[in-house]
């Protein structure tokens, strides 16, 4: 039935354009979707549920094509200078939209120039630390640093990750001094804590849930507006005064001067998508929220602010673009 009314409001997106812009025969081929990390994490397989709903929905296969590295930019590049016909298509993490361009003297592509299509998946960043932590609030917690300046040690996924800069943005919020230890990637980060060789970190709620689920870590706080639905009893850092509110989220975006009209085609499309029940019971299960039901405009919006966020937290850290 979704898959019904998300054809008809396609097919009235179309009707409405001029005829010179429409491309009511798309796809009527593959569609690649290039995402811009490994498989696996979060960002891949949210765009593996979706992009089976759109065959479904269009009729053509939507291939999944993992191109990592470089922080995102390798996959970013390739989809950026792809034909904007809407056959190739980038799933990206904030890096290569919000983040690299602050990181790196010079791209081989324009962050801003990407058409964003639509947001499929928000993975919130929790404060995760050690079991034996002596704090048991963001209160005592950052009382504790305050009176222990540089001794406590907050690892990350590396330099110039969400993790990384979150945490640069809760020490300039919150006037404390902790060192950075930067890692490649999320294991290590995660394996460390349980071993208390570093303190905490500000980590993706999808890899930190099972390890306070099991009681080898502690989540403290959610860097989120509200607190979320399966982790009803842990505060948000807001409510401790600290209006911080920083995730890894999932976009679909489109090479620059693609069509408006396929563009808002896939948007209603993958928002659809993302209100199908098994979709929707797998990204609850990963503890990802759900990132549909806002329109191309909307999500450039959001990820122009991102853009600003991640723009002060690099400034704020001193990272020196390579």
């Not at 324009?110 to 079991?131: C, E, K």
């Amino acid at each position: 039935m979704l898959r019904c009314v998300a054809a008809v409001a396609a097919a009235g997106v179309l009707a409405a354009a001029p005829a010179s812009a429409q491309q009511g025969d798309y796809p009527n081929r593959p569609v690649k979707i290039v995402v811009d990390v490994a498989p696996g994490g979060g960002v891949d397989t949210a765009t593996r549920l979706v992009a089976a709903k759109l065959e479904k929905t269009f009729g053509q296969p939507f291939v999944v094509e993992n191109r990592p590295g470089a922080g995102g930019n390798i996959g970013a590049e390739f989809a950026f200078t792809a034909e904007p016909d809407g056959y190739t298509l980038l799933a990206s993490s904030p890096s290569p939209l919000a983040i690299n361009l602050w990181l790196y003297k010079k791209l081989s592509y324009d962050p801003a120039g990407f058409q964003t299509i639509a947001m499929m998946s928000r993975i919130p960043n929790v404060l995760l630390v050690r079991q034996d932590f002596p704090a048991t609030s963001v209160q005592d917690f950052i009382a504790y640093v305050k009176a222990h300046p540089g001794t406590l040690s907050f690892g990350s996924q590396g330099v110039g990750t969400a993790s990384h800069l979150t945490g640069e943005i809760f020490m300039r919020r919150t006037g404390t001094k902790m060192t950075h230890v930067p890692y490649r990637g999320t294991a290590q980060v995660v394996s460390d804590i349980i071993a208390g060789h570093i303190d905490l970190t500000f980590i993706q709620v999808s890899n930190a849930f099972p390890m306070h689920e099991s009681g080898k870590a502690r989540i403290l706080a959610a860097a989120t507006d509200k607190r979320l639905e399966f982790l009803p009893d842990i505060p948000t850092l807001a409510e401790a005064g600290l209006p911080i509110s920083t995730d890894t989220w999932n976009a679909i975006s489109a090479p620059p001067k693609t069509s408006p009209t396929i563009v808002a085609r896939l948007n209603v499309a993958i928002n659809w998508a993302l209100k199908e029940p098994d979709v929707r019971a797998k990204l609850r299960e990963l503890k990802t929220l759900i990132g549909g039901d806002s329109s191309p405009a909307e999500v450039q919006k959001f990820v122009e602010n991102e853009r600003r966020q991640w723009g002060e937290a690099v400034r704020d850290a001193s990272v020196v673009p390579q």
